[in-house]
């Protein structure tokens, strides 16, 4: 049976999905967040006894890091759907994403700071893998100011998702600058991503820690999904409906 | 359990990090939240103004107009 993809492109039919998912998307978020973090500041004290305390900054050094960059690719698939179909659903999310995205690289630049004064004696340096977040995070900001810039939305919709589009360009660069084919020719102080090597119960915990950031961003997105609808549509005969019956 | 929070010397590197996470992962929600019953009061104002502009026979001419 085909289903019927443009049944949730438009906002009022959007909306009442959004607001059953969010608190299903919150309570799955809380609940995996809390419980990686749990597993891995208790259940694995002793399995890296040499390791100092401070790796444990990787649950959530590595779930922010690794949201800011998929986050930024779900941003321009929206942009993209919205340039194809010119939906206006796809716009709204391509700019609600923007904001967490841009949260996330923060997260992970900060986190980052801290692990590498602990470990390499140093706050900052401008190695491949840092740098290219950095250029990320600018490009986050570049796109929200771009679109907060134009006053008429179809417009700052369209010229901000060229310009996520253009900027996609940086992903497989932050990608490949920690997954060298060669290390030797990646002169780089963050180290590779070693997935492989990380003990089983430090990765497990890593990787429910992800799946809750995972949560929640799709959560938050669309507590701002729903806002933005909101913010353009408060004219519409719909909104005041929906509003009527809560 | 003050053990736990000196992590062997590093607590001011985790905390810090898991203390930055924690505040911006509860704050962007929490603003999120009060920007949502904000707009929701918004609508709800322009609601009633605009109810209150219809049942008035002496402002009905205007009703037209738009208002913001």
């Not at chain 1, 259940?43 to 998929?70: C, F, G, N, R």
């Not at chain 1, 949560?215 to 719909?238: D, G, K, P």
Request: net charge positive; charged share 15%.
């Amino acid at each position: 049976m085909a289903m019927n993809w443009f049944k949730y492109s438009s906002p009022s039919t959007f909306y009442p999905l959004a607001s059953k998912m969010i608190p299903v998307f919150m309570t799955l978020a809380i609940l995996l967040t809390l419980g990686g973090l749990y597993w891995g500041f208790f259940e694995t004290p002793e399995v890296l006894s040499d390791q100092k305390q401070y790796y444990k900054i990787i649950y959530v050094h590595v779930a922010s890091a690794w949201m800011a960059m998929w986050l930024y690719v779900v941003m321009v698939g929206w942009a993209v759907l919205g340039l194809i179909f010119n939906t206006r659903m796809s716009y709204i999310v391509a700019s609600a994403t923007a904001v967490t995205g841009a949260i996330m690289t923060a997260l992970s630049l900060w986190t980052g700071a801290f692990w590498g004064q602990t470990s390499w004696g140093t706050w900052w340096d401008w190695d491949p893998r840092m740098t290219t977040q950095l250029i990320l995070l600018f490009l986050y900001i570049g796109y929200i100011a771009l679109q907060s810039a134009i006053e008429d939305t179809r417009r700052s919709d369209r010229a901000s998702a060229v310009l996520a589009i253009v900027g996609l360009a940086i992903v497989p660069v932050i990608y490949y600058s920690i997954n060298c084919p060669n290390p030797n020719e990646c002169a780089s102080l963050h180290q590779e991503s070693s997935l492989k090597r990380i003990e089983s119960n430090i990765l497990i915990a890593m990787m429910v820690t992800v799946a809750g950031f995972w949560m929640y961003c799709f959560a938050v997105i669309l507590m701002r999904v729903r806002n933005i609808i909101l913010q353009r549509e408060s004219h519409t005969q719909w909104v005041e409906r929906l509003e009527v019956s809560k | 359990m003050s053990e736990f929070f000196a992590m062997g010397g590093y607590g001011f590197y985790v905390w810090s990090s898991m203390g930055m996470v924690l505040f911006l992962m509860l704050l962007e929600p929490i603003v999120l939240k009060v920007q949502h019953g904000r707009l929701i009061k918004y609508i709800q104002r322009q609601k009633r103004r605009q109810a209150a502009r219809s049942n008035t026979p002496a402002s009905a001419s205007t009703a037209g107009q738009n208002e913001s």
